[in-house]
């Protein structure tokens, strides 16, 4: 069965910039999708949702103003562009797909899908 695929992962220095991608299967095209990340040793965190528009958008509180989420419906793709990025941000990012189309399942954890994950290093 067709998994999510994401990619874009790397190390960075911080202050600089990195764009995750997630192709997703067609069949979650209508559901809300988002990322969450896990630091080595720590619990893992919300960092964005958006629902299956792309018009409603929620970020974790530690990445607000500097990460963004989007989605291209048409290839099934879920974009999340990070800027300024700190070296507490790195992190294993995954990829997942909500239960329902709103941007709040994937928020809540409440999950159909998760990806293997893609890693994220930022030196200081």
């Known amino acids: 069965q067709e998994q999510l695929a994401e990619s874009g992962g790397g190390l960075v220095e911080a202050g600089e910039s990195l764009t995750l991608s997630c192709r997703a299967p067609r069949r979650f095209k209508d559901y809300a999708m988002g990322w969450w990340r896990q630091a080595e040793g720590k619990e893992r965190e919300f960092v964005a949702a958006l629902d299956w528009t792309g018009d409603d958008r929620t970020y974790g509180n530690s990445v607000k103003g500097r990460f963004t989420i989007s989605r291209d419906n048409f290839n099934n793709v879920v974009y999340l562009q990070m800027t300024y990025l700190k070296s507490e941000d790195t992190a294993v990012y995954f990829c997942?797909?909500?239960?329902?189309?709103?941007?709040?399942?994937?928020?809540?954890?409440?999950?159909?899908?998760w990806g293997q994950g893609t890693r994220v290093f930022v030196s200081a």
């Open positions: 997942v797909v909500g239960d329902t189309a709103s941007a709040s399942s994937v928020l809540r954890g409440s999950s159909v899908s």
